[in-house]
């Protein structure tokens, strides 16, 4: 059956189009300018990205569950959202004009960091765009329409870079043509979010009393304490901090990467190109497909996938092994990412969405910094980034360990007053039918008893009556004729 989203969740998909070709500037094209500015160095790339990248997941990760409780109280969503988005937006579109690479990279992680501090904000209304059933097929959409409506303005950023590359056309100036890929980015982001900012309506809310601040705060505290004593969700945040880390870390540093090898970068772009063209279908499909196979196994699927990309990473040295590492990491991206947003959206209360997708994203965009961290490290030590890459595989078993763990934690899992995960409906109609059963089997009983023993008692008098001969008899007919 065809799948029709509604006016809501379309919008809603459409700020995942704006928010993506940041996101693929930053992994794409800023890696590049970045090595440029900064000229030679000891340092590769990699090393002061990767640095700049952990800082700006840090701070993501203390602001993420502040704002996202206060993105709970009422009203207040939009707002915050709004603020995340234009910082962001600005601090992109500066970044063109920006020379100097210490500033750059400053800027850089001011404007990684509001772009992240949106998607907190943007993955809670999740809960008021969309019902429980729907969420996996629209955040899988999200994703999909994010990664191929991004291909357009990163297309014309690579029409500009081709203007500017010295062994290509070389007609243009570093910074116009970096002025002009910054803008774009920027103006597009825009676009694409402000029908999600003009239409978006806060269904679920806690209400803010006399202080706000100090409302939210002191909700954020409970909303710990509630994830600790939630053995699945806890579970899931562990799992979902090492197998997203790895995700997030080869989407921020695989030109970096690329270049640190020697590969040529329009060729590199041209893959990072495939891998979005390729995300799209691939993730349309595999959502698709959670109708009929629960997300779990998907993304316990997604998780093995990146453990064998991570392997292959290990010994990538030419551009051929780079196309295919680029397919196979679209074909999975986008799924991973959309399962796990809509498996957490579906197992915690949507009135406190907000904080619970603040705490989320510390254990993910936020927690990115180990991921970074350890292959910035590793680079750095031994020279080689490639073994950095690899060491990201570990994350993954890690993950894939925790986040099975999780599901048998939630199948085991039996909310008060409600039936087991898995058919409480059901459950509780064959339990009410089971009683009711009972008490019609109770009540048909006692109507027997009670009319056995009627039966008996009018078959005594009987009995007697006609034990007692004519006076009995005749006494019975004179009441007849009376009548």
Not at 35 to 42: F, R, T
Not at 221 to 242: P, Q
Request: glycine residues 8%; charged residues 15%.
């Amino acid at each position: 059956m065809k799948f029709k989203m509604t006016s809501s969740e379309k919008k809603w998909v459409l700020y995942d189009v704006g928010n993506s070709a940041f996101t693929l500037l930053v992994s794409t094209l800023i890696p590049i300018f970045f090595s440029l500015i900064a000229g030679d160095s000891e340092a590769s790339a990699t090393v002061y990205l990767g640095y700049a990248t952990s800082i700006a997941t840090a701070v993501v990760a203390l602001l993420g569950p502040v704002l996202g409780a206060a993105s709970d109280l009422r009203g207040m969503r939009k707002k915050i959202f709004l603020i995340a988005l234009l910082a962001g937006a600005v601090g992109c579109a500066v970044l063109g004009f920006i020379q100097h690479w210490i500033w750059f990279l400053v800027l850089f992680v001011l404007a990684k960091s509001a772009y992240s501090l949106s998607l907190v904000i943007y993955d809670s209304m999740l809960c008021d765009v969309t019902d429980k059933e729907r969420m996996d097929e629209v955040s899988s959409r999200g994703y999909a329409w994010g990664y191929i409506g991004s291909c357009i303005p990163f297309i014309l950023c690579v029409v500009v870079y081709v203007l500017y590359e010295p062994s290509m056309l070389g007609v243009l100036p570093l910074m116009p043509a970096m002025v002009i890929i910054f803008l774009l980015t920027a103006v597009w982001w825009v676009a694409c979010a402000l029908p999600l900012w003009k239409d978006y309506k806060q269904t679920h809310c806690v209400e803010p009393g006399s202080h706000p601040v100090k409302a939210g705060l002191k909700s954020l505290g409970g909303t710990f304490r509630e994830i600790v004593k939630t053995k699945h969700i806890l579970l899931f945040l562990i799992a979902f901090f090492f197998f997203i880390d790895g995700v997030y870390t080869i989407i921020d540093l695989a030109v970096a990467y690329g270049t640190d090898l020697g590969l040529n970068s329009a060729l590199l772009l041209l893959a990072l190109l495939v891998t979005q063209i390729v995300a799209f279908p691939a993730a349309i499909l595999l959502g698709m497909l959670s109708r009929k196979v629960k997300p779990e196994y998907l993304i316990i699927v997604c998780i093995a996938a990146y453990f064998a990309i991570t392997v292959y990473a290990i010994f990538l040295s030419e551009i051929y092994e780079f196309w295919i590492l680029a397919v196979c990491v679209g074909l999975f991206q986008g799924t991973i990412q959309a399962m796990s947003r809509s498996y957490f959206a579906k197992i915690i209360p949507h009135e406190k969405a907000g904080e619970y997708f603040g705490v989320y994203d510390i254990f993910g965009k936020g927690a990115s910094f180990m991921g970074t961290f350890l292959v910035a490290l590793v680079a750095d030590l031994t020279g080689r980034e490639n073994l950095g890459v690899g060491a990201l595989a570990v994350m993954f078993v890690i993950g894939l360990a925790f986040f099975i763990f999780a599901v048998r934690a939630k199948r085991n899992a039996v909310p008060e007053g409600e039936a087991p995960s898995g058919a409480p409906e059901a459950a509780s109609a064959e339990a009410m039918t089971a009683e009711a059963m009972t008490a019609e089997a109770m009540t048909a009983e006692e109507t027997v008893e009670v009319t056995a023993e009627v039966t008996a008692e009018e078959t005594a008098e009987e009995t007697e009556n006609a034990a007692g001969g004519g006076d009995g008899a005749g006494s019975g007919n004179g009441k007849s004729d009376e009548t």
